[in-house]
């Protein structure tokens, strides 16, 4: 298989894991972040193959949606063998992908682990952002927000992580995407309390 072909195997074998996810990492969040890696990765003059790859499985084996975190992980594994990837592809596409996680508080020591960062943060913030971040809490049965209590709840999610995530940019490319983005959840929470 070439790169190409590699790259299509690995989407669909994506789908096939995330295609039901109503936590916010369905398959339309990796196909977005997979886009935004290859606009990040184009500008920054990553490794193209690399990133997008590591940006499609970023999300396999996650704790918080895996409660089988390393027999996924040793699943994905034998499959992109099976796909023909090369020893040297595999360890890098790992090592991008490995430190992603927000909630790890690492930062990747690759360019295409950054980016791949870089593109995960950035679909956690704007219209989609929001519309995840209230996805997520309802699966969990977390409250929108509340007048007694403001722990736990999906509007404090954006105070405790949301609006931090500009100012964590590892990329420029990726610093001026995320500013209008933090703008516009700042507007939309300025509409909310006006609501509420
Ligand atoms: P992480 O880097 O933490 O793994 P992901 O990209 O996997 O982040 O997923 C984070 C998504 O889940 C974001 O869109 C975020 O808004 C949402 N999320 C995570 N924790 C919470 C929470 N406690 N409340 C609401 N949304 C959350
Ligand atoms: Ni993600």
Redesign the pocket.
């Known amino acids: 298989m070439n790169n190409t072909e590699k790259l299509d195997a690995i989407r669909e074998y994506i789908y096939y894991i995330f295609s039901s996810d109503a936590?916010?990492?369905d398959y339309y969040?990796m196909k977005r972040?997979a886009r935004m890696t290859n606009l990040i990765a184009k500008q920054e003059g990553a490794d193209q193959f690399i990133a997008e790859a590591a940006a499609w499985i970023?999300?396999v084996g996650?704790s918080?949606?895996f409660s089988n975190s390393d027999d996924e992980l040793d699943k994905l594994n034998d499959f992109l063998q099976t796909i023909n990837c090369t020893q040297s592809q595999l360890k890098q596409i790992n090592m991008a992908a490995k430190d992603?996680?927000?909630?790890?508080g690492t930062t990747p020591a690759t360019l295409e682990g950054k980016i791949v960062?870089d593109a995960?943060?950035i679909?956690?913030l704007g219209a989609i952002?929001v519309a995840?971040?209230?996805?997520?809490?309802g699966s969990?049965g977390?409250l929108i927000w509340g007048n007694d209590n403001k722990e736990?709840?999906?509007i404090?999610?954006f105070y405790?992580?949301?609006l931090k995530l500009k100012d964590l940019m590892n990329t420029s490319t990726a610093r001026q995407i995320a500013e209008e983005r933090h703008s516009f959840m700042k507007y939309y929470l300025d509409q909310f309390f006006h609501e509420w």
């Open positions: 936590t916010g990492h969040h972040v970023h999300d996650d918080k949606l992603v996680s927000f909630s790890k960062q995960d943060r679909d956690a952002g995840r971040t209230f996805a997520f809490g969990k977390q736990n709840t999906s404090q999610h405790d992580k949301l």
